[in-house]
């Protein structure tokens, strides 16, 4: 089985600082990562995911996250935070094709991001 | 806009009764996904068909069934319904299982 640990529930910036969200994996067998935003209200969407191809991802709006599998982590950066960043950011794993799961996401607890002016 | 289409948006009933919520697929995708999202539970995985067939199930209720249609669209049933099944719906779909998910607006219900 597999399962998501995001550290820190709650992580506040200024604009135009880092940004770090963690995430921790554990899956059986290699997995597939994602990370999703969510604004107010609304759905969630697709920031970036990993295939097992580059472990460096690029996503939208600036983001990345870089796969380390020795450190069973999966972490979201941006070099300057927005305003516009402020949502909820939840890391996900799935595992690949061969395993029982069939593609289900299993999510983490969630990050708020809050960026102060 | 993922594409994927859930209706209604907002859903208020009382405990005990039966509700039905809709998911479209974005066109071409096979697959659908039910997840729930409550303040205690966060975000959890409730069942997945592909191409009409149950193809797994999560921490799903017996009270609760979903089922895929011929045109794909997805139905999930919650019946008998406890102030705890207040939560908000979302349906994904994928062109195929393993693929990645992209998430409808969700369907918020409220049990009274």
């Known amino acids: 089985a597999q399962s998501v640990t995001q550290l820190g529930s709650h992580v506040s910036v200024s604009e135009g600082a880092l940004v770090l969200l963690r995430c921790n994996y554990s899956s059986s067998v290699p997995p597939y990562l994602f990370w999703y935003v969510q604004y107010p209200n609304q759905g969630l969407q697709l920031l970036l995911k990993?295939?097992?191809?580059?472990?460096l991802v690029k996503g939208i709006n600036g983001f990345e996250a870089e796969f380390k599998k020795s450190e069973t982590s999966f972490h979201l950066t941006k070099p300057s935070a927005h305003m516009r960043d402020a949502a909820e950011y939840f890391c996900?794993?799935?595992?690949?094709?061969?395993?029982?799961?069939?593609?289900?996401?299993?999510f983490g607890q969630g990050t708020i991001l809050t960026v102060h002016p | 806009d993922s594409g994927v289409t859930q209706t209604p948006k907002h859903l208020i009933t009382a405990t005990g009764q039966r509700v039905t919520l809709r998911c479209s697929p974005r066109s071409g995708d096979l697959s659908v996904y039910w997840y729930q999202q409550s303040l205690d539970q966060g975000l959890q995985f409730l069942i997945q068909y592909y191409n009409g067939e149950e193809r797994a199930k999560g921490n799903i209720l017996e009270r609760f069934s979903a089922q895929q249609f011929p045109d794909l669209h997805s139905e999930l049933n919650l019946s008998s319904l406890e102030l705890g099944d207040s939560a908000l719906y979302f349906c994904?779909?994928?062109?195929?299982?393993?693929?990645?998910?992209?998430f409808g607006p969700g369907t918020r219900l409220l049990v009274l």
């Open positions: 996900a794993v799935s595992v690949r094709a061969g395993g029982t799961s069939y593609g289900k996401l299993t």
């Open positions: 990993y295939t097992s191809a580059a472990t």
């Open positions: 994904a779909s994928s062109v195929q299982e393993q693929e990645t998910q992209y």
